[in-house]
């Protein structure tokens, strides 16, 4: 079998030709990574380097999955080459490597399917609860707002059940997770599982890496970090008066996100892709929303109800999200070992039952992170080893109260923002 030096393997990191390592065997995905079912870009992230541990966090099933590897085996690392790439660290490695065998020993990959029925029964229930409101009660303001609570409090808990299923952690079967994840996505609330795969998994693949993280894409709205801000200054580029970003995040962030950019994101990309599976259960959603609120509200009304829920929504998706990330390092590639680059990206919020139901457990983010098949409901079990093993290589594991959290991301806006003017005054 052919070998290649790292050198060599680190050429093919181009759009058009495309080589990775798994376990020390080389593999040419180029032609491969449109076909990858968590999208070709997720895989494309990892062209160049050894994959190794990426390809174990998101595959459950690995028996499966290498099959398909079989056939774009191309050779393997030459044997004076080391295991990991760019001078990662090797140590940190084998340990999480170990640290992971303790966990599928302590069998905490397993799921505890009732816990996860409890979740969509929980679900169910409030979504009969608010037409039960306004059924009983009318549609005047007051039920109208409790409806709107409660169907926003619904979709926030649907959200954060449907990323279980997306990343597989409930049913050993891949098979199964993929249909359950488009019936609570799409059926439940009017999104699109692909959509969400293909833009997900690579915020997991490379957390808060500028040009493969999609979640630090900001459209030129906010500047994040320390290196964006002043690379924006010294071009002297003011799309908006980042300096302010921390006070305008207030109006166009947490309200404006799902109503205004996912909702038409997701309705356009299932249209181009023609996704027409994701399409009908996000149809079926909005059937049911409509047939359900017309005869209440109008056609116009049920839109703005509709609306409004998302407005609701949306405020609540966003600050759970952002706390956990938009606080944290922000840069270029830095080709990093999986575990310390989970960890420079992401932080934890204190546990308690309330922290762990309004965030659907990404209080446990870093947890989340490191082994994104492990269902939620074993997070805390992991959490002790995982901070021994930090404590261990010297890796800050950092860990808030929740108030503080979501203070911290109007910090972190403003202390970019000030980095920005800064650079585009002075630089």
């Not at 952690?169 to 599982?193: D, E, P, Q, R």
């Not at 580029?237 to 921390?246: A, D, M, S």
Request: hydrophobic share 45%.
């Amino acid at each position: 079998m052919p070998t290649f030096s790292w050198e060599e393997i680190q050429k093919h990191n181009l759009r058009t030709d495309k080589w990775l390592v798994i376990d020390r065997k080389v593999y040419n995905i180029t032609k491969w990574s449109s076909r990858h079912p968590g999208g070709h870009r997720v895989i494309g992230h990892y062209a160049g380097e050894d994959a190794t541990d990426a390809f174990r966090a998101f595959h459950p099933d690995l028996d499966f999955v290498r099959k398909f590897l079989k056939p774009l085996l191309i050779g393997e690392l030459a044997p004076e080459e080391p295991s990991l790439d760019r001078g990662k660290n090797s140590q940190i490695t084998e340990d999480f490597r170990a640290l992971r065998k303790a966990a599928e020993d302590m069998n905490l990959f397993k799921p505890n399917h009732l816990f996860f029925l409890l979740l969509l029964a929980h679900i169910i229930a409030m979504e009969s609860i608010a037409w039960f409101t306004i059924f009983y009660f009318g549609n005047g303001w007051i039920p109208t707002l409790v409806t709107a609570f409660v169907l926003a409090t619904s979709q926030a808990q649907a959200g954060w059940l449907q990323h279980d299923y997306g990343h597989l952690s409930v049913y050993k079967k891949s098979m199964w997770n993929h249909i359950v994840h488009k019936f609570v996505i799409g059926h439940l609330k009017g999104a699109s599982a692909n959509w969400w795969n293909h833009r997900h998994f690579q915020h997991h693949a490379k957390p808060n890496i500028f040009h493969k993280d999609p979640d630090v894409n900001m459209l030129h709205v906010f500047v994040l970090g320390e290196w964006q801000p002043i690379e924006y200054g010294k071009k002297k580029l003011k799309y908006l008066p980042y300096n302010h970003q921390h006070e305008y995040f207030f109006l166009i962030g947490p309200p404006l996100l799902i109503p205004m950019y996912f909702q038409y994101q997701i309705i356009m990309t299932m249209i181009v892709r023609k996704d027409w599976v994701d399409l009908a259960w996000a149809i079926s959603y909005y059937t049911r929303f409509f047939i359900t609120y017309i005869p209440f509200y109008g056609v116009l009304g049920a839109l703005v109800f509709l609306n409004f829920i998302r407005f609701l929504e949306s405020h609540w998706f966003v600050w759970v999200t952002q706390m956990n990330h938009i606080v944290m390092e922000i840069d270029r590639e830095s080709y990093r070992d999986w575990f310390s680059s989970q960890l420079a990206a992401t932080c934890n919020v204190e546990q308690s039952f309330f922290n762990d139901w309004f965030s659907g457990h990404l209080n446990f983010q870093i947890e989340h992170h490191l082994f994104p098949t492990m269902p939620r409901h074993n997070f805390y079990k992991i959490a002790p080893l995982v901070k021994s093993l930090c404590a261990k290589h010297g890796i800050e594991y950092q860990e808030k109260p929740l108030l503080r959290a979501l203070l911290d991301i109007i910090r972190s806006l403003k202390k970019s923002g000030q980095l920005w003017l800064d650079a585009y005054l002075h630089k």
